[in-house]
């Protein structure tokens, strides 16, 4: 159970990090690298990636309403969260000639989050990112210390699947067989000590009495051993031969020695006709035998 429980632990910790973080901005000039994650609607990043200039809106930080471009090339627009939702400003940077858009968090309110709505996305072509309070702020003041020079950055996905459904399938197909197979071994293992602990051990079988088959009739009186005078093996139903060698049980009841030595290795360690347990003769001798040293 320890195992089965770290296993799903590792297995949902490792989707979680992959989901946090999908993609990330790489800083030219400083070749520096920040984690984003993709929101869930929109077009995704391509294998290639996409190459602009980030750019704060300075009539509009928020991004909610149509800004003025800053530049005259490819620029991303980095905006902070607040103020409408994130679809909202992901259309209004559209509007304004954006290629992507970066949405930061500049108060760390909730860490990490997908950016989602309800809402037809279809009129949407461009990708948008959201980054936290940590790598906001980095970009938010190197956008600023490069006005002379915008910020030329990369915008590039880890792979070019997407790693949570990979993750995902992973968990529905591949985790539950794993599971299932160490829950078969360990029944398997379980199953197999059990019938160890059922059968009888070759020192159980030696320490049974064997006799040889006399087909002589003898009195009650004549029959001093004790011994159940069948005339066939309640095993294999067969009659028994004279001289035949007789495998005699603590419960008197006597069987072939072949027959009933399978029986006690591979089925049961009991008498088949009255389920006594052999190993109980020593414990019944012991019991046994304080009564008569006291007569």
Not at 65 to 89: E, H, M, Q
Not at 234 to 258: G, Q, T, W
Not at 273 to 279: G, L, N, T, V
Request: proline residues 4%.
């Amino acid at each position: 159970m320890i195992l089965y429980f770290w296993f799903w632990s590792l297995i949902i910790a490792n989707l979680y990090i992959k989901s946090v973080v999908q993609a990330s901005i790489l800083v030219i000039g400083s070749n520096e690298t920040y984690a984003d994650r993709a929101a869930a609607f929109g077009p995704r990043l391509s294998e290639n990636g996409k190459v602009g200039y980030l750019v704060e809106p300075s009539s509009d930080r928020t991004g909610c309403n149509l800004v003025y471009p800053p530049i005259s090339t490819d620029w991303i627009a980095l905006v902070r969260r607040g103020g409408c939702s994130f679809v909202t400003k992901v259309r209004k940077m559209q509007e304004s000639g954006a290629i992507a858009v970066v949405v930061g968090d500049p108060e760390n309110r909730s860490g990490w989050v997908t950016m989602y709505t309800p809402d037809n996305t279809s009129d949407i072509k461009i990708p948008s990112l959201f980054i936290t309070k940590k790598e906001y702020t980095t970009l938010h003041y190197l956008s600023k210390m490069a006005e002379d020079m915008p910020l030329m950055v990369i915008l590039q996905a880890d792979g070019f699947m997407t790693w949570p459904l990979l993750d995902l399938l992973l968990i529905i197909f591949v985790s539950p067989s794993i599971v299932m197979m160490f829950v078969l071994y360990s029944w398997l293992v379980k199953q197999k000590k059990m019938r160890r602990q059922e059968i009888a051990s070759s020192e159980d079988i030696a320490n049974l009495d064997k006799r040889c088959f006399r087909r002589e009739k003898k009195s009650s009186a004549e029959n001093v051993t004790g011994y159940d005078d069948e005339e066939e093996c309640s095993i294999c139903l067969e009659s028994y031969r004279e001289n035949d060698m007789l495998r005699v049980l603590p419960c008197k009841h006597a069987f072939h020695l072949s027959c009933v030595d399978t029986w006690l290795t591979t089925q049961k360690r009991f008498c088949p006709i009255c389920k006594r347990d052999i190993a109980l003769k020593s414990t019944i001798a012991a019991e046994i035998t304080p009564l008569l040293s006291a007569r």
